[in-house]
């Protein structure tokens, strides 16, 4: 369909270059045909003009008086006398005439014999009789190119396209002139024969555009649709680990064919509860953003230590680091630590980017973690880094967003939602702060959150 829409468009520009080309083509020889009338006409009148003056000069000789001869033989040898004498005069006049066109023009200056009122007047009457009815402007230059006389509305719009006509052509080349028009308003008379053909251009983009806005969206969708799928699977991975736990505990203490122990029972009460918690967890996590899309999310503020928050949530995660083989290194150096926040959603952030860079580590070199503190402005900076497996830069601008993953489908070796990093985002967006992330693949990856110290 896009190859159609391209070849469409390309067809509509080719047929609209050939209507222009072919309606200039046609208003140039209609114009050509106007100018050479026009100069015609100019010819045809100074020839009648010195004919006139001719005639006028000998018109007594052509007066033929009556004789009454007395026989017959005297009057038709007048009458043939009289025949002789007008066939000779004819022939003068012509000569005359023919030598006083030709060369006695030449007694006038070129500009003598041009009449601007006449030409202007024989040049809109021979456009019109050829179908042009557009305003013009015109100059005459004689043979050596002076400019002798030009229209008095004259306007240079457009004469970068002009047409020349060659005046008087049957006189000699030093006596001739040359005229020039142009059109101001011929190239919108030339582009008016395709107006159809520019709306018809006009709709066929506009469709054209809105084929390719679908076919993002479909693109797009299919990417949400991949993304869902993905989640509803590592959702299904998530919940089958506590749920399997939790039945075969359940299932032990049931069996009467197994002897329990009291501290059996003990052990698989607290797997019970533990597995339990785990999955009320996850099912809570999903709720959260569930609740901040419908903007429900309800925050409980309050003025507290960012440095001590941190240094709680790191005493509780440090066993898990040390049992992957890694330690955590400290650096809490802010001074002013106070921040307006929400407890645990402060913490939980804190805890998922930790829990990210266990999750991403390296297997040939040891996980090491640094969390560091400090002031900047009215703003306190926190910066989580590890050593892990990084971050490409094609997906790093997407990490924040919800369901994506980094792995996807079957093919990831690490659980959970994609629902970690697009929460972090949105509280820290909701406690008026900002997320950063930098990352080298193979090297490691830096997240800074920069946070507004509270005021109280």
């Not at 009454?68 to 012509?94: H, I, K, P, S």
Request: aromatic share 10%; glycine share 6%.
């Amino acid at each position: 369909m896009g190859v159609s829409f391209v070849v469409l468009l390309y067809l509509q520009m080719q047929y609209a270059r050939s209507m222009e080309e072919m309606r200039r083509r046609q208003f140039d020889e209609n114009v050509f045909r106007s100018l050479d009338q026009a100069s015609r006409d100019m010819e045809r009148m100074e020839t009648a003009h010195y004919l006139q003056d001719v005639i006028s000069l000998h018109r007594d000789s052509l007066n033929v008086h009556p004789f009454f001869e007395n026989t017959m033989n005297d009057r038709m040898a007048r009458f043939q006398q009289q025949v002789a004498n007008a066939y000779l005069y004819e022939q003068g006049v012509l000569d005359e005439v023919i030598m006083t066109v030709l060369y006695a023009s030449g007694s006038k200056s070129f500009e003598e014999r041009v009449d601007p009122m006449v030409l202007e007047e024989n040049l809109a009457m021979s456009l019109r009789a050829n179908g042009i009815d557009l305003p013009f402007h015109f100059r005459v230059f004689t043979s050596a190119g002076e400019e002798v006389y030009r229209c008095p509305d004259y306007d240079s719009t457009g004469d970068n396209f002009s047409y020349t006509q060659t005046l008087f052509r049957n006189d000699p080349t030093g006596k001739m002139g040359t005229l020039s028009i142009h059109f101001p308003t011929l190239d919108n008379y030339i582009r008016g024969a395709n107006r159809t053909v520019a709306l018809a251009l006009i709709f066929t983009v506009v469709l054209f555009v809105t084929f390719l806005f679908t076919v993002y969206l479909v693109v797009r969708q299919k990417k949400v649709t991949e993304m869902k799928n993905d989640f509803i699977h590592n959702m299904t991975h998530e919940f089958k680990t506590p749920i399997s736990t939790i039945s075969i505990a359940a299932q032990m203490l049931a069996d009467n064919t197994v002897q329990k122990s009291q501290d059996m029972y003990g052990r698989l009460g607290e797997v019970i509860v533990s597995e339990t918690k785990r999955l009320r967890f996850q099912v809570e996590k999903v709720l959260q953003m569930s609740l901040y899309d419908g903007g429900n999310i309800a925050l409980k503020l309050q003025t507290l230590d960012a440095n001590s928050l941190i240094d709680a949530v790191v005493q509780t995660f440090s066993l898990k680091v040390t049992q992957n083989g890694g330690n955590i290194d400290v650096r809490l150096n802010a001074p002013e630590a106070d921040v307006y926040v929400d407890e645990m959603h402060f913490t939980n952030v804190i805890f998922n980017l930790m829990d990210n860079a266990v999750k991403y580590k390296r297997d040939d070199e040891p996980l090491h973690l640094e969390i560091t503190t400090w002031n900047q402005g009215d703003n306190i900076c926190i910066q989580i880094s590890d050593n892990g497996i990084g971050i490409r830069r094609e997906d790093l601008k997407r990490i924040f967003e919800k369901f994506y993953r980094v792995h996807t489908g079957n093919k990831h070796n690490v659980k959970g939602f994609g629902l970690g990093l697009a929460y972090v985002y949105k509280m820290v967006a909701l406690h008026h702060g900002t997320i950063k992330a930098t990352s080298e693949l193979g090297k490691g990856t830096k997240f800074l959150i920069t946070m507004p110290l509270s005021k109280s």
